[in-house]
């Protein structure tokens, strides 16, 4: 019998530029999500046309999070166009290629909303400060490694500046110094990252080397210490490029489809010149920054658009713009003074950020506006009611009791990282004394009409959507400290619905953007929820993990 192919349907006005080329069937999903009023034509369609789909891959006895008894999933042109009883035959005739899942738990693939890929990929192969519990036993493990490398990078074979990653001076009880740093560094440049990527300590080769003023603590902090991590020695893109894809893979062995990706530089042509070099292993949003917006206008980008070359996984991801520093360093921009004095930092003004926003809304970009502190949450929040456009506040670490309802009222999405909380409960308990009911708020977000999304802040936080999960609902590791704020917890079908882009469970006309679970997730125990065995990863109906 002749396969009766759907109709093309344009949705013109509806926000469908991400798509273009995309099944018909993604295209009603995106109706579906994106007009709410058009929600049971979507449905009929989806219910009409899927039966009459030969679809290219049939995943036999499947449940989804809950269920008891199983399904068979079947996939064609890259999207769910049909879920049936597993008690029928799979595939049919049509050749399709079934693969038997055993009865194990499918979900649609996880987004992680918020990464520097990469500096993620970089940090994997740098040193690795997070184990030390003050600036004297970061400066040893610094000295120990020279004496054990003699300063030669393996990577590059050569004597480069030694860049390390991930040390956390707020809750140490001794100070970085400048003079610390070059006695045990013997004449190498040395610069080591913060954790959270606001602050560099450097040595006074490195200072030199790269020109820059420093006092004795040898500390930048903000935009110098941004602009210092993208001029530090990076590797040769082939070799940062393969890291990148040994970081991807990772990422999709975990169940990830897709990232937003904020790396701090112009950010689509590194891309593509991956996936041109085979990249296939993830969905890419590749944000923009304001310093690059003229560019990006003048070639005609937005938020949403597929980018062309991208093999249909790149598009265009938010304008990214930063408007205060962080806890770590405090820098978060705060309503109350912090202990030892000071507000933080507001980068961006009022009227500068307000002009920004309007500027992407004619534009067509949806801004990602980076506030920590709570001011920075008040005074992001007020551009977009101002400006008069829904977008995304990436972190909302710190949020006052009367802000939580405008999330939901204005349309702007919360962007967390839940790992955070458990990182940063030590040093937001020093800093915002008294007042940690209301920082890492998601219970708070989601009771006043907030949408969330997850994510990790990659390298701040592993690329894994299950610590960032596990954090969300239980607010503790498994360290024996117990719960912080437990009243602020997620669900675990919360949880999974942030992670998914609102989805939660997979539904006919979705992508066939899937994960493959070995347990429930919704009864799994905390540690196996936290290190959530993965069976395979799907895009577009494409195993990008496993195969079972």
Not at 260 to 287: H, K, Q, Y
Not at 367 to 388: K, S, W, Y
Request: hydrophobic residues 45%.
């Amino acid at each position: 019998m002749a396969v009766q192919e759907p109709p093309q349907i344009q949705l013109g006005g509806v926000g469908d530029a991400g798509v273009r080329g995309e099944s018909p069937v993604w295209r009603f999903w995106v109706l579906r999500r994106s007009t709410p009023s058009l929600l049971s034509m979507a449905e009929q369609l989806d219910q009409r046309l899927a039966p009459n789909l030969a679809p290219d891959v049939v995943l036999t006895a499947v449940r989804q999070p809950g269920d008891e008894t199983c399904s068979d999933v079947h996939i064609r042109n890259g999207a769910v166009v049909a879920i049936s009883p597993s008690t029928e035959t799979p595939g049919g005739s049509t050749g399709a290629r079934v693969v038997d899942l055993d009865g194990r738990f499918i979900i649609p693939g996880l987004w992680d909303e918020h990464v520097h890929m990469t500096q993620w990929a970089l940090a994997s192969n740098r040193l690795d400060l997070s184990g030390a519990d003050s600036a004297r036993e970061a400066a040893a493990v610094v000295g120990a490694h020279l004496a054990g490398t003699g300063g030669v990078d393996a990577a590059a074979g050569t004597v480069q500046t030694l860049v390390g990653v991930g040390f956390r001076d707020a809750v140490w009880t001794d100070l970085p110094g400048l003079d610390l740093l070059d006695g045990v560094t013997r004449g190498l440049p040395t610069a080591l990252i913060s954790h959270d990527l606001h602050c560099v300590w450097l040595n006074s080769a490195a200072a030199r080397r790269y020109g820059v003023q420093v006092d004795a603590g040898g500390l930048l902090r903000e935009e110098p210490a941004f602009a210092l991590t993208r001029e530090l020695g990076t590797p040769p893109d082939t070799l940062v490029d393969a890291w990148v894809q040994k970081a991807a893979q990772a990422a999709s062995a975990r169940g990830v489809v897709g990232i937003v990706d904020f790396e701090m530089t112009w950010n689509r042509d590194p891309w593509l010149r991956r996936i041109s070099g085979g990249f296939d292993a993830l969905r890419v949003e590749a944000g923009v920054y304001p310093q690059d917006l003229d560019r990006a206008v003048a070639e005609g980008l937005r938020t949403g658009l597929e980018v062309a070359g991208g093999g249909g996984l790149l598009t265009v991801g938010p304008l990214k713009v930063l408007i205060d520093g962080s806890l770590n360093t405090r820098t978060a921009y705060c309503v109350d003074p912090y202990p030892n004095g000071g507000h933080g930092l507001l980068t961006v003004n009022e009227v500068e950020l307000l002009a920004l926003l309007i500027r992407a809304r004619q534009a067509g970009f949806v801004p990602a506006v980076h506030a920590i502190g709570d001011a920075a949450n008040r005074v992001a929040l007020d551009a977009f009611e101002a400006a008069g456009i829904a977008g995304r506040v990436e972190h909302a670490q710190f949020v006052r009791n009367d802000d939580f309802a405008r999330f939901g009222r204005l349309g702007v999405i919360a962007s967390v990282q839940p790992a955070h909380a458990l990182d940063d409960r030590d040093a937001a308990e020093a800093n915002w004394p008294g007042r940690t009911d209301r920082s890492f708020p998601l219970r708070s977000l989601v009771a006043a009409g907030a949408r969330l999304a997850l994510g990790s802040d990659a390298p701040v936080a592993p690329l894994d959507p299950w610590t960032a999960m596990s954090a969300a609902t239980a607010r503790a590791r498994q360290d024996g400290r117990g719960p912080w704020h437990a009243e602020q917890a997620l669900t675990r079908q919360e949880a999974l619905t942030a992670s998914t882009r609102g989805r939660g469970r997979i539904r006919v006309g979705d992508p066939a953007d899937l994960a493959v679970l070995d347990v429930d997730p919704l009864t799994a125990s905390e540690a196996e929820f936290a290190a959530m065995p993965v069976a395979a990863t799907l895009i577009a109906g494409r195993f990008t993990f496993g195969g079972v």
